[in-house]
């Protein structure tokens, strides 16, 4: 009885103990094309972000955001959707109505990446030109709170002319930008790498940021992010 | 090498490690080091131009605005990025791993990196409290270098994640750039020019070989 006892225990302490060393050696760089073919990802599988998590971090940057504001915004534009209001659903249905392919993020449904958007399909100017992708973030419970979009690869001039449409758009219904930072032109964007302009505005339930940043060698990238800091 | 350019130049490249370095101290390998510096930090040199009688960790408001400033990056910018901040899942984790610095504790160490590299702190100094992470309340902070291969090994980062990155740390800065920067919370466009040279030329010690080149969210 006490020998099978003994057999037991040493198999479980092996298998435990081999266990955690696969676990060990799977963390070493070399195992890394392992860790892809399993688990389609080279990192550890067992570090990806909660929903509760990700609502977590929304949740600081949106009070950080409300405490530097000093009042509500006029206007909470979100590229035709409606922070704190669009739903998963929602998105779904303007996706297909597009014919335009919305993924989530590392398998977080609650982050989705929409490539190749027309500019149509967001009922914005044509001279904005298609946005490289478009990625939305939901609560857990189901809002949207975020709409970021990236352009990339563009020219100085292109990123200029697009970056002075978004802010002349974004300041006609929010006013003046509570931070702004260069100029939306192509010779300032064109001075070298990490050349940017940025304009802020920022109040107590939104944000709306416009930038443009020179980025070689792929060229300049602009990004819009529309946030919910309710 | 004029002195304010060594200053902004070795600031630049502080900055670079802060801001690189705020993913990968949070990275799946447990390295651990001590120079603030390490062995990848090159100058820049071109720096400096036009600053006038407060210094540049002055300009910066001393360990407080440096603090400050990593603050606000990591909350206004970083935590609200559907992409960066899924490097930061341990940081909003109840409760934090073990072994993982809390935010706060992210926020001590690359605010006394840079007062290091400034001359005006030590690095790592003395672990960085937070009682609130139950799991470390004391995390002794790593060196740069040592974190950024374990990010480049680890995290994979791609050339798309890394742009968008340093892109929102420019954005950070840009609005600091003033033509005489003289003044508390104001530095030079050369000054912004070093730390961009700086920034975009760890690229290659940071992303992986194979990552996406377009965005690699975490896990990529």
């Known amino acids: ?230 | 090498m004029h002195r304010s350019s060594i200053r902004a130049g070795k600031w630049g490249t502080a900055v670079v490690a802060l801001a690189l370095g705020a993913t990968s101290l949070i990275a799946c390998g447990s390295d651990k080091g001590a120079s603030p510096m390490g062995g990848g930090a090159g100058t820049t040199g071109a720096a400096g131009a036009g600053a006038a009688t407060l210094s540049l960790y002055e300009r910066l408001g001393g360990k407080s605005g440096l603090e400050a400033f990593v603050k606000d990056v990591v909350e206004t910018k970083i935590l609200t990025d559907a992409d960066l901040k899924t490097f930061f899942f341990n940081q909003v984790a109840t409760p934090i791993p073990a072994g993982h610095p809390s935010a706060t504790q992210i926020v001590v160490c690359f605010g006394r990196f840079v007062g290091a590299a400034l001359g005006a702190d030590s690095y790592p100094g003395a672990p960085a409290a937070d009682a609130a992470n139950t799991n470390t309340p004391s995390f002794t902070c790593r060196s740069m270098v040592e974190a950024h291969q374990g990010a480049s090994s680890m995290l994979h980062i791609g050339s798309g994640t890394f742009d968008k990155f340093v892109g929102a740390i420019a954005s950070s800065l840009m609005p600091l750039v003033k033509p005489t920067a003289t003044q508390a919370g104001e530095i030079t466009q050369a000054e912004f020019d070093a730390l961009a040279a700086a920034l975009t030329g760890q690229k290659a010690s940071v992303t992986t070989a194979g990552a996406s080149a377009t965005l690699g969210p975490f896990p990529n």
């Open chain 1, 1 to 230: 009885m006490k020998t099978r006892r003994a057999k037991v225990g040493a198999g479980v302490l092996g298998g435990a103990l081999a266990l955690t060393g696969l676990i060990g050696l799977l963390h070493l760089p070399a195992a890394a094309p392992v860790l892809r073919a399993v688990f389609g990802s080279a990192v550890c599988p067992v570090m990806r972000g909660t929903p509760a998590q990700i609502d977590r971090a929304h949740a600081i940057g949106a009070a950080a955001i409300r405490a530097a504001a000093a009042a509500p915004a006029p206007a909470r534009f979100a590229l035709g959707f409606r922070l704190d209001e669009t739903r998963r659903s929602d998105l779904d249905a303007w996706a297909a109505h597009h014919g335009i392919t919305c993924r989530a993020i590392t398998g977080n449904d609650n982050l989705q990446r929409c490539a190749d958007v027309p500019a149509a399909a967001l009922g914005v100017a044509g001279e904005v030109g298609p946005l490289e992708e478009m990625t939305l973030e939901f609560k857990s419970t189901g809002e949207l709170v975020n709409v970021e979009t990236l352009r990339r690869r563009l020219t100085p001039e292109e990123a200029a002319s697009t970056a002075g449409h978004l802010e002349h758009a974004a300041a006609e219904a929010l006013g003046a930008p509570a931070t702004l930072g260069g100029a939306p032109t192509a010779a300032h964007l064109a001075r070298g790498a990490l050349s940017t302009y940025v304009a802020v505005h920022a109040f107590t339930d939104y944000r709306a940021t416009i930038s443009a940043t020179n980025l070689p060698p792929t060229g300049v990238m602009v990004r819009e992010e529309y946030l919910s800091a309710r």
